[in-house]
C-alpha cells in the first residue's frame, strides 16, 4: 500500500513537472508529433514568414490596404490561430554563441480564427536569421505589454513542432480584413 502512494505521487510529480516545467512552446496536444504537421514549405514561407510588420512598432513602413491584401487574407484564411496577441514576457538564451529571443504571447484577448490551438499563450522563437530578429533586438524587453494581430501555425521541425507567425498591427482595418477573410473561408466551406 505505502509503495502503491509513493508510485501515484511520483507519477503525479513528473504530470506537474510535465505541464510547469517547460516544454515545446506549441501548442500540440500532448501526443502530437512533428509528422503530425505539414512541412514548412512553399507558400507557408510566405504567409508564416515569422515577420514583424514595422508599422506595428512605429516603423515607417509602406503598409498595403488590409482589406485588398491578398497575403493577409491567404493569411487568415490558412492560419490555425489568429489572435490579439499581448506579449507577456521577453527573455534571451544563446546557442552556439547566438541570442536566441523567446517572446511569450497571450492570445487571451480574443481568438478570431482557432482551428486546433488549445493554449491561450503561445512561444515564439526568434532566431538571429528570422526577419523578425532586428526588431526584437531592438525593442528588446519594450515589446512587453504590445499587442499584436498575431498569425500562427504549426509546422513539423527537424525534432519538435515549430510554430510559425506572423505579427501585424493591432487595428480595426486589419481585425476588419481578418474577420472578412474568415467569414469567406467559412462560407466557402473550408
Not at 6 to 32: I, K, W
Not at 39 to 63: E, H, K, M, P
Not at 76 to 98: F, I, N
Amino acid at each position: 500500500m505505502r509503495n502503491s502512494i509513493s508510485v501515484q505521487r511520483f507519477g503525479l510529480a513528473l504530470f506537474l513537472c510535465g505541464v510547469g516545467c517547460g516544454g515545446t512552446g506549441t501548442t500540440a496536444a500532448p501526443s502530437a508529433a512533428p509528422r503530425d504537421f505539414p512541412a514548412y514549405s512553399g507558400q507557408a514561407t510566405t504567409l508564416f514568414d515569422d515577420r514583424i510588420d514595422g508599422n506595428s512598432v512605429g516603423l515607417a513602413d509602406v503598409a498595403t490596404k488590409p482589406r485588398t491584401d491578398p497575403v493577409l487574407r491567404a493569411r487568415a484564411q490558412t492560419a490555425e490561430a489568429v489572435a490579439r496577441a499581448r506579449v507577456a514576457t521577453v527573455s534571451v538564451d544563446s546557442t552556439a554563441g547566438k541570442p536566441i529571443y523567446r517572446l511569450s504571447l497571450d492570445l487571451a484577448g480574443g481568438f478570431l480564427v482557432r482551428r486546433g490551438f488549445t493554449d491561450d499563450r503561445v512561444e515564439i522563437s526568434v532566431r538571429p536569421q528570422s526577419p523578425a530578429f532586428g526588431v526584437v533586438k531592438w525593442l528588446d524587453t519594450r515589446l512587453i505589454g504590445r499587442t499584436f494581430i498575431g498569425f500562427f501555425h504549426r509546422y513539423a521541425g527537424a525534432e519538435d513542432i515549430e510554430v510559425k507567425f506572423h505579427l501585424s498591427a493591432d487595428d480595426p482595418d486589419v481585425l476588419a480584413a481578418v474577420r472578412e477573410a474568415a467569414m469567406l473561408r467559412e462560407m466557402m466551406g473550408k
